[in-house]
C-alpha cells in the first residue's frame, strides 16, 4: 500500500483530492492541515516526515492570497518557496513529489 501525504488539506483541492484517493484501497491518505504539517518550519517537516515516511506528497500547501503576499514577502517566500524545498530536502528517497500551484502565480488565460 502507498502511502500519500496530502499537505493543505483543508483547501478546496486538498479536501477533493483526499475524497478521491479514499476510494482507491491502494493507497494509505495522510491529509494534513497546516496545524498538522507547518511547511514552512523545516524541524517540523522533517519530524513530520520521518513520521509518516509517505511514497508520495502532494504539495497543496501555500499562501494564495495575493494582495497579502505583496504586504507580507518574506513570509510567502517562506510557506512558496521555502515550503517545497523543505518537503524535498527530507522526504523519504524514493519518494515523488508533486507541487500544484493556481492560477494566481501563473494569471488567467488570455492576459
Avoid: W
Avoid at 46 to 70: G, H, M, S
Amino acid at each position: 500500500m502507498k502511502k500519500v501525504l496530502i499537505t493543505g488539506a483543508n483547501g478546496i483541492v486538498g479536501n477533493a483530492l483526499t475524497s478521491l484517493l479514499k476510494n482507491y484501497k491502494e493507497y494509505e491518505i495522510y491529509s494534513l492541515s497546516r496545524q498538522k504539517l507547518n511547511i514552512s518550519n523545516e524541524d517540523h517537516v522533517r519530524i513530520q516526515l520521518q513520521q509518516y515516511q509517505p511514497d508520495i506528497i502532494v504539495n497543496l500547501a501555500a499562501k494564495t492570497d495575493v494582495e497579502a503576499c505583496e504586504y507580507d514577502f518574506k513570509r510567502t517566500m517562506i510557506v512558496n518557496s521555502m515550503g517545497p524545498l523543505y518537503l524535498a530536502t527530507h522526504s523519504p528517497k524514493g519518494c515523488k513529489i508533486i507541487h500544484i500551484s493556481s492560477a494566481s502565480v501563473f494569471g488567467k488565460r488570455g492576459t
